[in-house]
């Protein structure tokens, strides 16, 4: 009975995840990707696995997307 509950209670996190993560722009989906120039900067991105925006080092050109000046500009694209 107690296995039964803990997998339902599993199961329904996963789902209620993959609905949130679904609703979501896909961009936030990206992994940050620091670029490949020689400037060292901080930037916000969206990381999925934590649902928040956290700072990675950007080198100013390159990347992808999910990269973004501040981190109220990653929560208002991303949540």
Known sequence: ???SL???VIA???LMFQ????????????PPKEG???WMMRR?????SKGRCDTFGYR????NKNN???PRACKEACG
């Open 36 to 38: 490949f120039c020689l």
């Open 12 to 14: 329904t996190s996963l």
């Open 60 to 63: 100013g050109c390159g990347g």
């Open 68 to 70: 973004f000046e501040t």
């Open 44 to 48: 916000s991105f969206f990381n999925p």
């Open 19 to 30: 609905l949130t993560s679904a609703d979501r722009n896909p961009i936030c989906n990206l």
């Open 1 to 3: 009975m107690k296995t």
């Open 6 to 8: 803990l997998l339902a």
